[in-house]
């Protein structure tokens, strides 16, 4: 025993000394490979920062950045949105515009930062998104594409930009889900649904599209199995729910049904409901009980973080007893703002989609055609598009070409569902493959409502990565794509068209030119880039109210909250878009108001002021002026 102890004292020993020596060897470094996942990710990161960066002071439209930095200043200065003022949207993007404006300054350009800080870490969780369905370089690609078409169109701080933003970031969550099902994945993607419903209330879109992905990821749990059990009541339920979302949808594009609406905005949800009620005909290997149980374990926990953030919000106005006020504003601002921009311009029709089967078109033949005869198509394809591509750059073909991918929403859907329904029905692969498909045409259907009332070409941008990303799953749902130079090609060449043509002729605003753009040498204008020939004077605006307002005060008419930020002037009322008369009239009659600014020419709203405005205005206020398009009234 006394030996043995000895030798294992002696061991000990010599490797205690072994110990203090390698401690006093000089450290050696090993050389670690960087991932190509790490390279790829840095590279899209930096080249998007920069590309966003490099557009981030240029155009603007002066209502919507003086909505935005007005209700940001309420913010600022202690006022509670829809208890203390009107807020156009729900309130919570009020609150990072005011902390914006405390880390960086008051002025434009400091929402347009806090905008791109989100958009960068968007870029992040798209290229996750795409990496979970390709390679690093593919991934990337389909990255960039997304950008391209996204946030640098339009650079200002608007809430659906954050809508998006926030989606994706639920979306990369749930895709998380499918792959370690682990429920506080459902938790974070609700925890995103509640803060997109803060930023603007069609946040509850992104709710209704998980709610159906969740419907999805039960049938996947329950159908298609042995032995058959009785759920009758479970799918006269869920059957009946279903029924009634298409019925709502209906309802609210109803007031402005035409083809292009029935094409874009019920097609898409229409397609996804068929879906998953085309799925409950299969045999069930669970009971309703059971499968209720289920659904409600995927649904609370997401349900849970939507309403936990949005009663977080709710705090304030609870204690100061308005959460009645908000939920008045909030609904009437929404309504308000819909009957303003109805009918100012309509969706591509059905008879457009001609342009979405070209797409359509050239993934299919990617996917099915002979192999041999792919390098070839691809050389003549990639010829094909440089020549629309330069058409619609050094032509007139720039609305044509948009259209490729304007119309390709619903078939991208189609796509999608027809890849689940057909696709391969054994393996836990091929299972996560359909939950992805089926996760990213529900965000692209539902997502893109956001272009109703008003389906100009920026409204498509806010959900055209969700298109791309339904697209890229239904594509790379099959275990072999010999057609991938093709598809390669048809990438580029949607990446090129964004960066080319889109962004370089401001598609969103065709009046707009690089080339004709002026900063405006305004305190608050943050050196924003605004085209002179087309926008007002500011820089004579804004120095001629703040001479002419001895109090301080100003009530800016019909559209135009940007006067009241540009110049720091305070609006009487409580609506900075364009008070009711009767608090017009009271602040009028009370002689504090002594200068008024009317909107001749309002894009939201019916034009020219009220004839009852302006008369009382003009018997109050005897002196008046016209600079641009604004007629200026003071005492």
């Not at 798209?126 to 690093?136: D, G, T, W």
Request: aromatic share 12%.
């Amino acid at each position: 025993m006394l030996l043995c102890f000895q030798a294992h004292s002696g061991n000990r020993s010599e490797w205690l000394i072994s110990r203090l020596e390698n401690l006093q060897a000089p450290i050696q470094l090993t050389k670690r490979r960087i991932r190509p996942d790490v390279i790829a990710l840095l590279a899209v990161m930096i080249l998007s920062a920069l590309y966003a960066g490099c557009l981030l002071r240029v155009g603007w439209v002066p209502s919507d950045e003086g909505t935005l930095a007005q209700s940001a200043m309420r913010v600022y200065q202690g006022q509670l949105p829809q208890r203390d003022f009107t807020e156009i949207y729900t309130g919570g993007l009020s609150f990072i515009h005011a902390a914006a404006f405390h880390l960086f300054g008051v002025n434009l350009l400091s929402l347009r930062i806090a905008a791109c800080f989100f958009f960068v870490i968007w870029v992040a969780a798209v290229y996750y998104m795409a990496r979970r369905m390709l390679a690093p370089l593919g991934a990337a690609l389909v990255t960039l594409t997304a950008v391209s078409w996204s946030y640098p169109n339009y650079p200002a701080a608007m809430p659906s930009w954050y809508n998006l933003f926030f989606a994706s970031f639920g979306a990369a969550a749930l895709l998380r889900y499918i792959d370690v099902r682990t429920r506080r994945w459902l938790f974070v993607a609700g925890v995103c649904g509640g803060a997109s419903i803060l930023i603007k209330i069609i946040g509850v879109y992104y709710v209704a599209a998980v709610l159906m992905f969740l419907l999805f990821v039960e049938q996947s749990n329950s159908l298609f199995t042995l032995p058959r059990k009785a759920c009758g009541v479970y799918r006269v339920v869920c059957s009946a729910l279903l029924g009634l979302y298409l019925v709502l949808l209906t309802g609210v594009v109803w007031p402005e049904i035409w083809d292009g609406a029935i094409y874009n905005f019920l097609l898409p949800s229409a397609l996804c409901v068929a879906l998953l009620l085309w799925r409950e005909r299969k045999p069930s290997a669970r009971s309703s009980m059971e499968r209720f149980s289920r659904l409600f374990a995927l649904v609370i926990p997401f349900l849970l973080g939507v309403v936990i953030v949005i009663a977080l919000y709710l705090i304030p106005y609870v204690a100061s007893h308005s959460v009645a006020l908000l939920i008045h504003g909030v609904m009437g601002s929404a309504s308000a703002r819909m009957v303003g921009l109805a009918g100012r311009q309509h969706a591509p029709s059905i008879g457009d989609a001609c342009y979405g089967l070209v797409t359509l078109a050239l993934i299919l033949f990617a996917l099915y055609s002979m192999r041999a005869q792919k390098k070839i198509a691809a050389v003549l394809i990639a010829l094909g598009l440089t020549a629309v591509l330069g058409c619609s750059i050094f032509l007139q073909g720039l609305q044509d070409t948009w259209l490729m991918a304007g119309t390709f929403t619903p078939l991208a859907v189609l796509l999608g569902v027809a890849m689940i329904v057909a696709g391969p029905r054994w393996g836990s692969g091929a299972e996560h493959a359909r939950q992805r498909i089926m996760l990213l045409i529900a965000l692209a259907a539902m997502c893109s409502l956001v272009q109703y009332p008003v389906p100009y070409v920026t409204y498509f941008c806010y959900a055209a990565p969700f298109v791309l990303l339904a697209t890229v799953a239904a594509v790379a749902s099959r275990s072999y794509v010999p057609g991938k130079n093709i598809l390669s090609v048809l990438l580029v060449f949607f990446l090129a068209f964004g960066i080319f043509a889109m962004v370089a002729k401001h598609i969103y605003a065709p009046e707009l030119r690089v080339s004709r753009l002026q900063p405006l040498i305004l305190p608050r204008a943050g050196g924003l880039m605004i085209d002179p020939t087309t926008t007002p004077r500011y820089d004579e605006v804004v120095p001629f109210l703040q001479a002419h307002s001895p109090n301080g005060l100003l009530y800016a008419g019909n559209d135009c909250p940007e006067l009241y930020f540009l110049s720091g002037l305070k609006n009487p009322t409580r609506d900075d878009t364009g008070a009711p008369l009767a608090d017009v009239l009271a602040a009028l009659r009370s002689g504090e108001l002594q200068l008024v600014a009317l909107n001749d020419e309002s894009f939201f709203q019916s034009g020219a002021a009220s004839p009852e405005l302006r008369n009382a205005v003009v018997s109050a206020l005897p002196h008046t002026t016209k600079i641009g398009r604004f007629s200026i009234y003071w005492r």
